[in-house]
């Protein structure tokens, strides 16, 4: 397991995971950058995504979808924020309708992703900013503390260049 640590904040409405990588700096970034690699990690296993446009210039998008075992698909996007890499990424995170379009009835969130090079190793934080108590503990309900464990998991074995299982 590659998630070493999960820290949740309900007074500065954030969730922070921290992740140790087997990776440089370069490499680690490469998991966010190429949307290939995405699509192998960004989801839990049994909900594998799609990314069908993806942009990390501020001011892009980058629209995707999860696929569940029984073929419903869950769309989200990103909105590039700030892009330094391959140091930092900052995005706002939202949901998508049925056709992939910014679905305002669901909460929208910040994305803010750091990579910190110690001894050859990546030590990645993932920190969700909400926008409110309510959106945070929805959001948390749904699963996203748990879904976001299963998906970083999956990084190790593409590093290590297997499929993940």
């Given amino acids: 397991m590659t998630v070493t640590k999960v820290h949740k904040d309900p007074e500065k409405l954030t969730m922070t995971m921290t ?62 924020v700030a892009v330094d890499p391959p140091r930092r990424l900052e995005l706002i995170d939202g949901f998508g309708d049925d056709t992939g379009k910014r679905n305002d009835d669901m909460p929208t969130g910040r994305m803010v992703v750091t990579l910190d090079e110690r001894d050859g190793r990546t030590v990645m934080e993932i920190t969700s900013h909400f926008p409110s108590l309510d959106a945070m503990n929805q959001l948390l309900e749904m699963g996203q503390e748990e879904g976001m464990v299963q998906a970083l998991g999956q990084i190790e074995a593409i590093l290590a260049g297997s499929a993940p299982s």
Avoid: C, N
């Fill in 19 to 80: 992740v140790e990588l087997d990776a440089t700096i370069e490499r680690a970034w490469q998991l966010w950058a190429d949307p290939r690699q995405l699509e192998r990690w960004w989801g839990p296993p049994t909900y594998p995504s799609t990314f069908v446009d993806h942009d990390l210039t501020p001011g892009a998008e980058t629209i995707y979808y999860m696929t569940s075992p029984e073929g419903e698909k869950f769309h989200g996007w990103w909105e590039a």
